[in-house]
């Protein structure tokens, strides 16, 4: 595929940064590319596996020149981040971002974008609880879903050109509004990081006797758990930037828990079995 942009910056060289970024320059999709980051040891990380030609901590630097420009930073910092360079950008720059909640963030950016500039938000529904330039992994977004949810500030050609960039990933990219976005996503992603975590706290430090109850979990209690090791510095983001769709997500998901707890403190097991295989056909689903 011919090359789509002379340079893309990339703000934040982490997993799903860097992984966007060895895609793009192995597929010659991008000429030069910039990383921008806080930690001058991930940057050099970033720079060893031929992620970026350049790396910077200033933004503006890392903004002269740039046709795209890739906000993978968190998300309540992605306003004050592009405003710093957004004035730096070329007159036709596409800017787009990573992030899992869209609303917030077309409503933070779009009084930024000036001129012949477009805005196009994506979020590729991928990823681990792994972090940083180390974690990056080409295959990451094979057969996953991307999402781009254009807004006002999003042109068909900038548009056109985000979904071949995704598409070069092996990504499944579909189009949709950020609202409708938002609320698949608290109960998809958001809901089960809460549950999660949640999981992991209370069992935390917990005790039968003289014998901590987390030390005899198996496979189980690991796999549920796993999301439990993720950043707090992403999750207080989306945490705070999609409250109203992941507080609804957890209204779902408390009614079901408490009708279970219910049924149980009842020995009702046929009211269990239902929910018990209620679970297991959702599960079967998206094998």
Request: charged share 25%; net charge neutral.
């Amino acid at each position: 595929m011919a090359q789509l942009f002379r340079q893309m910056t990339l703000c934040g060289v982490g997993l799903i940064g860097g992984s966007l970024a060895l895609i793009a320059r192995h597929a010659g999709l991008v000429g030069k590319v910039v990383g921008l980051g806080r930690s001058q040891a991930n940057l050099d990380v970033a720079i060893q596996r031929g992620m970026i030609d350049v790396a910077t901590r200033d933004p503006v630097a890392a903004a002269r020149g740039a046709d795209l420009i890739v906000l993978a930073v968190p998300i309540l910092t992605m306003r004050s981040t592009l405003e710093k360079m957004i004035e730096h950008t070329a007159p036709d720059a596409v800017v787009t971002d990573v992030g899992s909640v869209k609303g917030y963030v077309v409503r933070e950016l779009e009084p930024l974008i000036t001129g012949n500039r477009s805005l196009v938000a994506a979020h590729p529904v991928a990823g681990k609880e792994t972090t940083g330039a180390a974690a990056a992994d080409p295959g990451l977004f094979r057969d996953r879903r991307v999402i781009i949810t254009p807004s006002a500030k999003s042109t068909p050609a900038a548009i056109a050109k985000i979904e071949q960039l995704w598409d070069e990933t092996g990504a499944c990219v579909e189009m949709m509004d950020a609202s409708t976005h938002d609320q698949i996503l608290a109960r998809s992603s958001h809901l089960p990081q809460i549950v999660s975590s949640v999981l992991a706290a209370s069992l935390k430090g917990e005790k039968v006797g003289d014998k901590l109850a987390a030390e005899y979990g198996a496979g189980g209690l690991r796999d549920t758990t796993r999301l439990a090791a993720s950043s707090w510095e992403m999750w207080r983001d989306i945490f705070v930037a999609n409250r109203e769709a992941i507080a609804a997500a957890l209204k779902l998901y408390s009614r079901t828990f408490a009708e279970f707890q219910r049924l149980v403190e009842a020995g009702d097991m046929q009211g269990v079995e239902k929910i018990f295989n209620r679970g297991r056909a959702m599960r079967e689903e998206i094998r």
